[in-house]
């Protein structure tokens, strides 16, 4: 506190300090300008009429008149060195010193008594080259101040920025040329007609209030990431042709208290000025959380954000028309009040499309690239179950990349085919050689995965088997779904687990020993599991009883700590029912490779020679059918393959 009068003494001498530039600096530059400007002749303040009287008394011995300028240099007589004057007029001083002169030179008894004399036409630019000093000296006088201006300007948006903290920067997109549609947005039919009405009440809103309907305040778009709410929320304002409004749920919620509040205001202000309007909140889960949790309690800066958010919704007017869409992966968290009728009274679910809708969704990403005659998007609709919008979007430019690199002219269904295993498993790693040990053990590995999968019904078909390195992974079983599904049985989860430990059972038949390579597929089969133990009641031991306690995580923004609901025994019954699942993939997985061995065997060979196998080659190889002269002049890696660059 004692220090406080010098911090002001030295804030005030620093801004003296940063202003003196901008006085001293102006001041320079005008005294400058005024010496060049000065007349010379100022100094001796000699008078117009006493140069014509210099001339009427017959002082001048001699004179140059500069009729462009007007300016006049002149000797007296029995003086040395010449005076220079600027005449106000030229025109009239000729006329009054041009008798006189004339005159004197007439009645002159010598040629030296004459009084000899100059008329000098100058030049039209003289003018500029006496002025040059001045403007070059204005222009930098000019520049100097809008240097001034900038700064003050900036300073000034400093303030303002300050000033306007709680406003909101809300992206505005109404331009047709960017406007989006429901043609754009392919394998959400369900989706595109229950949004339908938002786009009919933004056109014509008195239709649906003469009839006393309400249309929802709020859409949520609840669905996996890639999905395409975000798409979804531009169409139904594309369509409507109403300013459109977007902004994250993260950028409501400051370390500063109150300008979450304060922006949600602002950005209901901006919409309700330019209704009928579309406000999108992209990951509303951010903002929009269960109250209660977390250790700022009621007072927490992002509740209070919630809390003018909820007023908002419910505070619209009847003919406002303003629709509030939300879009959120993780609709479990959201605060009840979010939900109820009158805020968010409507959730559409974006899920994953299905084969027709796929197609859809390829047909769309795939305008602008040419494509090769092979290439059937139903085929690759068909071969990639579980894929969304995103992913099908990425799957077709890794494709154009990859053709792009290999010099064709047009994506070809190889490219495509490539560009699915590259998304699923990662990039082809060639230039990491293994030794013949891990090399033979990934063989097995594989095989024992592929094997398993071959003997199973409930599994999809083999696509591709392959022991190059591709991303994290040292070789991949890949397997392709025949057709959507909704729901898994029990014998396919079962199943599930007896494939995932073909790799590590085949270790230990084949080479006595076993690996960490397991670890992540030993970790998939537990999870399998304890699902089906806690989650889906599949356990004929424990029955149809649910134990899972996912809500009641941290990170669900519920409570801090959570307690098993069930006694420390009945854990101990879950986990040995878990463990005697998995012991039995484990004996049902050893029956099926030591009954087929010998495919076990032959396939290892084969990815031994030539390190991967595709689907039909399998399938072949399994029924027998793969001749030997086939296979001995099957491509090997050095061909085709070898000319990738990933």
Request: without cysteine; proline residues 4%.
């Amino acid at each position: 506190m004692n220090n406080s009068p010098n911090n002001k003494n030295n804030r005030s001498r620093n801004r003296l300090f940063a202003i003196l530039p901008y006085i001293i600096i102006p001041a320079v530059m005008l005294t400058a300008i005024l010496i060049a400007s000065r007349n010379p002749s100022d100094d001796k303040k000699v008078e117009y009429y006493q140069i014509v009287q210099y001339f009427d008394t017959g002082k001048v011995e001699e004179f140059s008149l500069n009729l462009s300028s007007g300016a006049l240099k002149y000797k007296l007589v029995g003086e040395e060195g010449e005076q220079e004057y600027t005449v106000p007029n030229v025109n009239v001083f000729i006329n009054d010193v041009n008798d006189i002169v004339r005159e004197h030179n007439k009645n002159a008894a010598t040629e030296d008594d004459m009084i000899k004399y100059e008329f000098i036409s100058g030049s039209s630019g003289s003018w500029f080259v006496r002025m040059l000093p001045s403007i070059v000296l204005g222009i930098m006088l000019v520049i100097l101040f809008i240097i001034m201006m900038r700064r003050a300007n900036s300073v000034s948006g400093d303030m303002n920025r300050t000033l306007n903290f709680g406003k909101i920067n809300a992206k505005k997109a109404n331009d047709g040329k960017d406007k989006t549609t429901f043609d754009q947005v392919a394998g959400a039919d369900e989706e595109k007609e229950e949004l339908s009405e938002m786009v009919e009440f933004l056109k014509s809103p008195q239709r649906f209030n003469f009839l006393g309907a309400r249309i929802p305040k709020g859409v949520l778009l609840v669905g996996p990431p890639g999905t395409g709410k975000t798409l979804l929320a531009r169409a139904v304002a594309g369509e409507a042709d109403v300013p459109f409004f977007s902004i994250s749920g993260s950028d409501f919620v400051e370390m500063y208290v109150g300008v979450g509040a304060s922006r949600v205001r602002d950005l209901f202000d901006q919409a309700k000025k330019q209704s009928p309007s579309v406000v999108f909140i992209d990951e509303i889960d951010a903002v929009g959380r269960h109250r209660g949790a977390g250790m700022g309690g009621g007072h927490d800066e992002r509740e209070q954000t919630l809390n003018q958010l909820l007023v908002e919704m419910d505070g619209f007017g009847k003919n406002e028309g303003v629709i509030v869409i939300a879009a959120t992966n993780r609709p479990d968290i959201l605060d009840p009040a979010l939900l109820r009728p009158g805020r968010f009274d409507r959730q559409v679910t974006v899920g994953y499309p299905d084969t027709k809708g796929r197609e859809a969704i390829l047909k769309v990403h795939s305008k602008g690239k040419p494509l090769a005659p092979d290439v059937d998007l139903g085929i690759i609709a068909g071969s990639t179950v579980g894929f969304v919008g995103a992913d099908l979007e990425n799957l077709l430019n890794e494709a154009a990349l990859l053709a792009a690199r290999r010099n064709r002219k047009a994506i070809t269904m190889d490219d495509i085919e490539e560009a699915t295993i590259k998304v699923v498993v990662g990039t082809e790693k060639r230039s990491h050689k293994m030794t013949e040990k891990e090399k033979r053990l990934t063989a097995y590995h594989e095989s024992g995965h592929a094997v398993a999968t071959y003997y199973l019904e409930d599994q999809d078909p083999v696509r591709q088997v392959s022991i190059v390195p591709r991303g994290g992974a040292g070789g991949y079983t890949m397997s392709v779904p025949t057709e959507d599904k909704s729901y898994k049985t029990k014998n396919s989860m079962l199943d599930d687990i007896v494939v995932l430990l073909g790799g590590r059972v085949a270790e230990k038949l084949i080479l006595g020993d076993i690996s960490t390579g397991a670890s992540n597929d030993i970790e998939r089969a537990t999870k399998i599991a304890k699902s089906m133990v806690t989650k889906y009641g599949m356990s004929d031991r424990i029955g149809p009883v649910s134990y899972s306690n996912e809500s009641g995580e941290v990170f669900l923004g519920r409570d801090y700590g959570h307690a098993k609901d069930y006694s420390e025994a009945f854990a101990q019954e879950i986990d040995e029912e878990i463990s005697a699942i998995l012991h039995n993939g484990y004996e049902r997985t050893e029956k099926i490779l030591t009954y087929h061995m010998n495919k076990l065997e032959e396939l290892a060979q084969y990815l031994l020679k030539y390190e991967k196998i595709d689907g039909d080659k399998f399938k072949q190889l399994m029924e027998g059918t793969l001749e030997p002269e086939q296979s001995d002049t099957e491509p090997t890696p050095d061909g085709d393959e070898k000319t990738e660059q990933e």
